[in-house]
């Protein structure tokens, strides 16, 4: 595996996925972002119309609210931007939800670099496509394993690239 593909872990989100497991048995493939979010970690997830982004956390209130139109158009998109915003609040709120209440959102802006959407990005990939599982299963393909994970499949072929197990870069769009 290259260097590059190793920073694109986090064992914090293998730790959220083991606290899940001993709370509610283990996870399998197509990880339950949605029991995660609500059922381990307390909080709410609604889908709100016109949201003016992908998703965005409002710690105080330990609420998610999801862009209700991309919800529609792809599972695998609500999904990820779910486990984006789940990594917020388990990576800067959940030991304090009571701070001020800024609003953390997926900027889908390409080439965003923000250190803490970036770190949340890498934190839901791992969350809903655990490297063990997609590095065991990798030679299926981007679209079969996005079937499988219940992702979108350019999440799964970045996945794949950023982990080292592809070495065919997806579209900059994907």
């Given at each position: 595996?290259?260097?590059?593909?190793?920073?694109?872990?986090?064992?914090?989100?293998?730790a959220?996925?083991?606290?899940?497991?001993?709370?509610?048995?283990?996870?399998?493939?197509?990880?339950?972002?949605?029991?995660?979010?609500?059922?381990?970690?307390?909080?709410?997830?609604?889908?709100?119309e016109?949201?003016?982004?992908?998703?965005?956390?409002?710690?105080?209130?330990?609420?998610?609210?999801?862009?209700?139109?991309?919800?529609?158009?792809?599972?695998?998109?609500?999904?990820?931007?779910?486990?984006?915003?789940?990594?917020?609040?388990?990576?800067?709120?959940?030991?304090?939800?009571?701070?001020?209440?800024?609003?953390?959102?997926?900027d889908?802006?390409?080439?965003s670099?923000?250190?803490?959407?970036r770190?949340?990005?890498?934190?839901?990939?791992?969350?809903?496509?655990?490297?063990?599982?997609?590095?065991?299963?990798?030679?299926?393909g981007?679209?079969?394993?996005?079937?499988?994970?219940?992702?979108?499949?350019?999440?799964?072929?970045?996945?794949?690239?950023?982990?080292?197990?592809?070495?065919?870069?997806?579209?900059p769009?994907?």
């Amino acid at each position: 595996m290259s260097s590059r593909g190793r920073r694109e872990r986090d064992p914090r989100a293998d730790a959220l996925r083991a606290e899940y497991a001993e709370h509610f048995g283990e996870p399998g493939v197509g990880v339950p972002i949605d029991a995660i979010a609500v059922d381990l970690l307390g909080l709410r997830v609604r889908l709100v119309e016109d949201l003016g982004c992908s998703g965005a956390l409002h710690p105080a209130r330990r609420l998610i609210a999801l862009d209700a139109g991309e919800a529609r158009d792809s599972e695998g998109r609500r999904r990820f931007t779910l486990a984006h915003e789940v990594a917020h609040w388990v990576l800067h709120f959940r030991d304090d939800a009571l701070r001020a209440e800024p609003h953390y959102y997926r900027d889908v802006t390409p080439g965003s670099v923000d250190p803490k959407e970036r770190e949340a990005n890498v934190f839901a990939a791992d969350l809903l496509m655990p490297f063990d599982v997609v590095a065991a299963a990798s030679g299926e393909g981007a679209e079969t394993l996005a079937e499988r994970f219940i992702v979108s499949e350019p999440a799964m072929a970045w996945r794949l690239y950023n982990l080292g197990l592809s070495q065919e870069r997806p579209a900059p769009d994907a």
